[in-house]
């Protein structure tokens, strides 16, 4: 099982932009899949964006064009960028990793990061 710890959310200005890292350990020779989830308040969880050691990379559409997605596969990171945030992206952040690349029902989740916009 994949340990993962997310950092750097908090609270951000409406039109700002937010950087999340999360770091993997354990069992993290080679995670195929990395990415990133989120839920907002009285919302189920969705996808943001999700990253495979191939690079191929899936965006939710709702984030396309204002949210980046990158991976340091040697140091077991994962990265978000969204830039011009809004309210309706205040949500709880949560990272995961799908080690052999089967799908959500064999993710690891982290902790997840409260990030909420607001000026």
């Known amino acids: 099982q994949v340990q993962l710890a997310e950092s750097g959310g908090g609270l951000v200005q409406p039109g700002g932009s937010l950087r999340l890292s999360c770091a993997a350990s354990?069992?993290?020779?080679?995670?195929?899949?990395m990415g990133w989830y989120r839920q907002a308040p009285g919302k189920q969880r969705e996808l943001v964006a999700t990253r495979t050691t191939a690079d191929d990379t899936v965006y939710a559409d709702s984030a396309k064009g204002r949210v980046s997605i990158s991976r340091d596969i040697a140091k077991h990171m994962i990265y978000l960028k969204v830039n011009s945030l809004k309210a309706e992206d205040t949500a709880v952040y949560y990272c995961i990793a799908d080690l052999h690349g089967w799908g959500p029902d064999n993710y690891d989740w982290g902790q997840g990061t409260q990030d909420t916009v607001s000026a």
């Open positions: 354990g069992g993290t020779f080679s995670i195929n899949t």
